[in-house]
C-alpha cells in the first residue's frame, strides 16, 4: 500500500549503514543500509521507501528497568548476552539496543566490565547492535572509548549524544568506525544545529541517526510526530543538514498510568500494545528505527509494518 | 650556540648518506599505515632499502622520510628500545590518542627534545604541560633527566617517552600523519592535504633544549612546515625557532599554535542557549528595556591591542538594576573589545553582528536590530533571579570566547547606562558605522563575480534568505559585502556563504540565475526567485531586522519608506510595527522589502521600477539623516530639485494630502509608467 505523492520534493534522505557483516569487516550475520527516501514514509514511489527496523532493547542491569519487562522475561535478564540470544530466536526483532544501566548506578566503576558485556552480547546474536552507553560526563569519555572499542568493526549505533555532551560519542565514532544517535529535545533548530556540531568537530553525515525525542501515546507523543514531521520536510525540501534517518524511542510507554493500573493479566498486553501503538505511529512520522522493550510488542509491530511494506528488499546491504 | 640554517644543511647531507647507506628489509608491526609518514607523502609501502631510497628521491629528499626509513631501518636491525621508551606506537593506541583529541580530553601534542640544563626546568614544563590537558612526547636525554626529577612517565600521565635520541621524535610525526588518515579523511600519497591538515587540525607543538646535532636540527625544523611552532630554550640561533624561558614557553607554544583551555559554563543567573533566541519579552514581562526609540542605546565591536584588553573584565558605567524601577528605559552602550592575534579589523562588523545572536540565547534577554538602532530589554523573571545589566556583559564575552576561540584571546565589555556618556560615545560609534560604509562605497555589483548570503536570522524566519551585494546590504543594515566576505573567511561553514551570480538572467530587474539556484535551496524550496534590484516581482524576502520598509502605494504610482525609528502613522495607513508584522518571518511580499539605509543610496535601489524617483515619502529624520549624501547623488545627475518632492510627515502622514503635495510639485513618480 502506498499512498500517492502530494508533493513534488527536491531533497532526499542520506543513508547510513548500520552493523558489518563479515565481507565488510565484522561479524554480524547481516547489515542494514537505511535512508534514500524521496518522500514521506509509505507515500510516494515505493522505490525509495525503506521498510522500518525494529529494535529489542535490552540492559545489563535490570535493577534500572522497566518491571513488566523483568518479570516477563524471568530469570533471563540476569544473562545480558542470553537476553540478546533469546530476543533474537524468539522475537525476531531487527536489531538489538543494548543498554549499558550498570553505568547509571552511583560511582560507577567497572570499566573493564562494559568490553565484556558486549562482546558477550556481540557473541550470543548476529543482528546489528545499537550501544547506549553513560549518562553522566564525568564518566562518559571512559564508557564511551570502552564501547567504541570492545565492538570495533562492527559498525554499531553508539547512543546518545546530547547538545551538552557529544564529544566522547562522536570520538568513539571516528575512532572506532560507528555510527552515532544525536538527540535533541523535540525540537527542529537544535536537532540541526547538534548536527552541525558534529559535523564541525568531524563525524560524517552518513554515519549520524536523529532521535527527536518521543513521549509516550497520550503524554505528549504529539509533539514528537510533529517535530519528525518538520524535520523530514525539511530534509525532503533540501535542508542537508537534517537529512538523516530517524531513530525513535518511547520507553515512557511502560510507565504511564494505563500500563501501571491494568489489571495484572492485563499487563503485558496493556504494555505492549501501548508500545506498539507509539512505535507505529513513530513509523509513520517517518522513524526508520523504531525501539520496544516488551517482547510482545515486536510480533505486533512486524504485522503492521509488513501491512505497509510488504517487501524487505533492499534493506540489507 | 648552533646556527640553525648551517645546520639544517649540513643535517641534511648526513641523513642522506644515512639513507644511501641503508640496507635489508624494514617495516613497523602492528599498523596498517606501513611507514605512515612515507605512506603518507607517496602513497606507497616502503619494505626494504631500495624502496626507502626510491621514496627519499620522488620526496625531493623529504627529513622526514629520511628519519622515518633510517628509524624503521635501525629497529628491524636491533628491536625495539628498552622501557620505559614505547618507540613505535601500534595503530591501536593511536585510536585512544584519537579518541581523546576528539572527545577533548586532550588538547593537544607537544614534543621535547634535546639536553635540558636540569631535571627542575623541565620537569616543571611537563607538568605545566599536563595541567593544560597536553599529552606530551620525549625524545632524547629528556627522558633521563626527567626520570632523575621523580616525575613519573607512561602514556598514563601524558608523557610518552618515545626513545632514547632526538631523532626518535620522528615518531611524532607519524602519529600526526595516521591521525590525519585515520580522523581527517586524508588518503595516502596526498601531501598537501596532509600539510593543511595537520596545520588547520593539529594542535601540536615543539620544545628544543639545547645540545641537538645537525642531523637532529634538520629534523625538527622541518616540523614547521607542518605549521608545528618550533620554541627553543637557547643554545640555537637563526632559522625560525622561537627563543622562549622555561616560565613563558608552555603559553607561547599554547598561544602561537592557538590551542585554548575552553571556557564551558556561563556564570550568569540564567539559562543561556540557542534554544531561547526565538523567544520575546513583552512589554508585560519585561523589568527594564535600552534603546528601541525611547532612549539612545547602540553597540560596537572593536579591535584593540592585547595589552588593553583584560580577558572577562565586565564595566557597567552608569545605574545598576536596581538604581531603576521595574518597567524603566535606560540608555545603553555595549562596547565590547577584543584582542587577538589572528583578529582583523576588517572582522568587526561581522563579529558585532553576533551581539545580537548572544544576547538573545539568554533566557531572560531579549535583543532586536542592531548599530545605533538596537533594542534590548530583560525579563522581569531573570531580574528576580538575580540578573543584572552586568550580566549582559559575561554573557556576550563568554559567547565570543566560546564561538571565536581561534581568532580571540580576550574580550572585555563596557556597558554604558548613563544618558550623557552614551550620547558621546554614540557620536563616536557613528562614526566608525560612516567609515565601515565608506570602506565598500566605490564597488559596484557588476565588478564581483561572488554575492554572499546570510542566514542568520533563519532562526526566527526558518526559510529568510539575504542576498548580499556590494551594492545592496543587507537589510539589517549590518553586514555588507565585505563583511560577507570575511565572514565567509572567518568560518568557512557559517550564515554567510558565497552565491555564485551565474547567467544574468535579467539586469534590470537583477536576477541571476546562481541567485536563483541558492535561494531555492537555502529557502529550502520556499522562494523559486528572488530579484535583488526590484520590489514588485520576486523580492527579497524580509526577516524582520530591516531598517526601513519600502511600500509601495499605489495611489501615488510611487513608493514609500519608513524606518524603525519612526513611531507615527505613514501615508500608508500604517505604522512601522504594523508593516513589519505583515511583511516578516521570511516571506516574500511584491510592493514591500526591508531594506538598509545605505540601500536607499545605491544606483540599484528601486531599478526595476525607475530609480529613486519612485520616492514619494519618508520620516523626516530619515531625510535629514541622509540628506547630504542624497542631495549629492541628485546633483550629480542634475536632479537636486528633486530631494524638497519627497514628503515627510511635516508636510503629511495622509494618502489625499500626500497626493495633493504630489502633484502641486510636479513629482516625477506620477508621469512614470504604472506600477500595477
Ligand atoms: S537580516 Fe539578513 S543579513 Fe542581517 S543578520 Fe539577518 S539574515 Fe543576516
Known sequence: MTLQTQNIWNGRIGTVTIGADRAHGGTRTLQYTLGGEQDLAAVGPGATQQRPLIAAEICDDPGIWSPIVNTFMGDTVNDTAGWAGTMESEYHPDIVRLHLTSTRKRNFK???????????????????????????????????QKCGEASSGERVLLGTAEAGRYRSIAAAAMAYNHCIIAQSPIDINLAKQLNILLKEIGVPYDRILIDPYTGALGYGFEYSYSVMERIRYAALKGDQDLAMTMISAAPDSLNIREVREARDDETDRTAATWEFYTAFSAVIAGASIVCVRHPLAIPLLKSAIDSIWPHSAGREA | MKNVEASIKSGNESLKTKISELA?????????????????????????????????????????????????????????????????LPDADLRKMGYSLVDGSILGLALVAGSPPGADVVAGICRELQEKYMLTFLAGDVVGTLAGSGVKVGAEYRLVPLGSTPLRGIHFVDIIARVAMMFGGVSPGDPDRLISYARERAKAIVIVFPGLNDEEIAFIDALSILGIPILSMGGYEGGNWHLATPENVVREGMDQKGIKVTVTAIPIPMGCSP????????????????GGGRTPAFELLRVRPAADVTDGKITVIGPEIEDVPQGSALPLGIIVEVAGSAMKKEYEPVLERRIHNFVNYGEGSWHVAQRDLVWVRLSKEAVSKGVHIRHIGTLIAAKFRIDFPNLLDAVQVTLITDEQKVKSALLEAQKVYRERDQRIKDLRDTDVDLFYSCTLCQTFAPNHVCIITPERPALCGAITWLDGKTAFEISPSGANQPVPKGEVIDATTGEFEGVNRFVKKASHGEVERCCLYSIMENPMTACGCFECIAVMLPETNGFMIVTREFKGLTPSGMTFSTL????????????????????????????????????????????????????????????????????????????????DFLAKVHHPALDMPALI
Open chain 2, 580 to 659: 513589519a508584522g505583515t511583511i516578516g518571518g521570511g516571506a516574500q511580499t511584491p510592493g514591500f522589502a526591508g531594506v538598509s539605509k545605505n540601500f536607499i543610496l545605491s544606483d540599484r535601489f528601486l531599478q526595476a521600477e525607475g530609480g529613486i524617483e519612485r520616492l514619494v515619502w519618508m520620516p523626516g529624520q530619515l531625510k535629514e539623516e541622509l540628506s547630504e549624501r542624497l542631495l549629492k547623488k541628485l546633483s550629480d545627475s542634475g536632479r537636486q530639485e528633486f530631494f524638497d518632492r519627497i514628503a515627510d510627515e511635516t508636510v503629511t502622514t495622509t494618502i489625499e494630502d500626500l497626493m
Open chain 2, 275 to 290: 534554544a531561547f533566541e526565538g523567544k520575546s519579552i513583552r512589554k508585560e514581562e519585561m523589568h527594564v528595556e535600552f
Open chain 1, 110 to 144: 567497572d570499566f573493564s566490565g562494559i568490553p565484556e558485556t558486549v562482546s558477550g552480547v556481540l557473541k550470543s546474536t548476529g543482528l546489528p547492535l545499537i550501544i547506549e552507553g553513560s549518562n553522566d560526563p564525568s564518566i562518559d569519555s571512559e564508557v564511551y
Open chain 2, 24 to 88: 635489508g628489509d624494514l617495516g613497523y608491526e602492528e599498523t596498517a599505515y606501513h611507514l605512515p609518514v612515507t605512506y603518507a607523502l607517496t602513497g606507497n609501502a616502503v619494505k626494504n632499502a631500495d624502496d626507502a631510497r626510491s621514496a627519499y628521491q620522488r620526496t625531493g629528499e623529504n627529513p622526514f622520510v629520511a628519519c622515518e626509513c633510517y628509524t624503521a631501518s635501525v629497529t628491524a636491525e636491533n628491536g625495539k628500545e628498552p622501557a620505559p621508551f614505547t618507540g613505535f
